[in-house]
């Protein structure tokens, strides 16, 4: 591979890595909201990203600590790590529409 070969490799996967939605998802434990807030987020990357997106989970039973960085006050929330500007939602993310709003997702994807 050659160093020009190299430099747009790079460049592919930091245009990749720009391009993926980074989302958390703060939850307290395997309680039915924490399960429902997890299928449904899933469910709509799934459709809307279309793999562009990494989701991470932090139970915060485990790992408390976690919450102070992104102000979490209630379980479980999603916080919208990338693209910026950094949002959270609070609850099971059943409500697709407001998520969808929430995350602004409408916009990134073209669609309205």
């Given amino acids: 591979m050659t160093a020009t070969n190299m430099a747009t490799e790079v460049e592919r996967h930091k245009e ?7 989302l958390r998802l ?6 039915p909201k924490s399960v429902a807030a997890f299928a449904n987020l899933h469910q709509l ?35 919208r790590k990338l693209p910026p500007p950094l949002r959270r939602i609070i609850g099971d993310l059943s409500n697709t529409e407001r998520v969808l709003v929430g995350l602004d997702i409408r916009l990134a994807s073209g669609k309205e």
């Fill in 16 to 22: 990749k890595e720009e391009a993926c939605w980074q």
């Fill in 45 to 79: 990357c799934d459709k809307h990203l279309k793999g562009q997106y990494r989701i991470e989970v932090v139970d915060l039973l485990r790992q408390p600590q976690l919450a102070a960085g992104d102000q979490i006050l209630a379980v479980p929330t999603l916080v």
């Fill in 26 to 31: 703060y939850v307290a434990g395997h309680t």
